[in-house]
């Protein structure tokens, strides 16, 4: 059994990264629905972190926008003043990206430097960092697949750069849980429901996936109906398709994103109702319950926001009840993979509340 020893200023330090990184989501998912992902062609770490500071300065970057594809086929005749707006979201994106950066490496130099680390932890935060660097490479491959004749960032690397979000939250957060875990609830033997978690867990990426896919492809505004697709259940625009073209499908993705939605929320039904027919309490059942209660939240959320054919506000709001969905599901499969005590009226928060 790993002892782990609870530093306040270490799960303080993890904690706001993983706020930071949930901000990153959010402001990223406000940058494509904006159609601002696009407005920076260069990838400049240092020199790119202060925007054009002059007229000229602004009319420079203009310049560079207007030599790509996405201004000369969908914003011909944009204004410099149009041009400002969305050029801001990429780069309020881009500076977060590189402030989390300081966060993570500074403060763990200082508890390196301090001695306060533990192996297994310094292990695991270089893991973590190197995730973030990837995960930052990741969105500039990205940009680069819609620096092309098809003004259109790739689904399948929106979807990649979206998903090592979620791994950077969920390995932080797995982390953070790993610590302020009280030693005495250690055991091998895990609990009925463990493998179960683990299958909801991946479902729900398995969903967040073609969520990057709805958006990557813009399906999201097409077939605003529901529960039918225009009077379909399956519409006539797939029949014949091909399993292959299914992915590259704006239809099909947005078939298989509104249907999936219930497979993953019947799982975590599942789950819920295996824990409570246990005779566990406290951090458990409290998060069964509110994975049930996230689960149907960003099921409804998910109707209102096709329905309202996607305006930013729900869009947004999605995705990130997409990202809480996800690091529930992380806590909870934490939480199975170790047995509760079984005493009468047991009752805690998801956290212990001694460190």
């Known amino acids: 059994m790993r002892q782990k020893s609870v530093s306040i200023p270490v799960v303080g330090w993890l904690i706001s990264g ?3 990184v949930v901000a990153m ?5 406000i940058t494509r629905l904006t159609g601002s992902g696009l407005s920076i062609t260069e990838w400049n770490l240092i020199s790119g972190t202060l925007p054009p500071l002059s007229e000229n300065e602004w009319l420079v970057m203009f310049e560079k926008y207007k030599q790509f594809p996405e201004y000369q086929k969908l914003n011909f005749g944009m204004t410099l003043s149009g041009f400002k707006q969305i050029f801001m979201w ?3 994106h881009r500076l977060l990206g590189r402030f989390i950066g300081i966060v993570f490496i500074v403060p763990f130099l200082y508890f390196l430097y301090r001695k306060i680390l533990a192996p297994w932890l310094v292990r695991r935060l270089v ?3 190197l995730l973030g660097m990837v995960q ?3 969105g500039w491959v990205m940009v680069m697949s819609g620096l092309s004749e098809m003004p259109h960032v790739s689904h399948y690397r929106l979807a990649a750069h979206l998903t090592l979000a979620l791994l950077l939250v969920g390995v932080i957060l797995w982390t953070v849980a790993d610590l302020v875990a009280p030693d005495e609830h250690k055991s091998t033997a895990k609990r009925p429901a463990y493998t179960l978690s683990w299958l909801v867990l991946g479902a729900i990426m398995v969903q967040i996936v073609l969520g990057a896919f709805v958006a990557g492809l813009k399906s999201g505004f097409s077939y605003n109906t529901w529960p039918l697709m225009q009077g379909e259940i399956y519409p006539a625009l797939l029949r014949g398709a091909s399993i292959s073209e299914f992915f590259d499908n704006g239809v099909a993705v947005q078939f298989m994103h509104r249907w999936f939605a219930f497979v993953a929320l ?3 039904v599942l789950l819920w109702y295996k824990v409570r027919q246990q005779v566990w309490r406290g951090r458990t059942q409290q998060l069964a319950n509110l994975l049930l209660i996230t689960g149907i939240a960003q099921v409804l959320l998910g109707i209102f926001t096709l329905v309202l054919v996607v305006p930013i506000s729900l869009g947004v709001l ?4 997409a990202v809480l969905l996800f690091s529930v599901s992380v806590l909870t499969v934490h939480q199975l993979r170790q047995p509760e005590p079984v005493k009468a009226g047991y009752a805690t ?6 460190v």
């Open 18 to 20: 993983i706020v930071l």
């Open 349 to 354: 928060s998801p956290f212990p509340q001694h």
């Open 136 to 138: 930052g490479v990741m």
């Open 318 to 321: 999605h995705q990130l009840v």
């Open 25 to 29: 989501v959010i402001i990223g998912g």
């Open 127 to 129: 893991f973590i960092m």
């Open 90 to 92: 990429e780069y309020l």
């Open 266 to 268: 019947a799982g975590i």
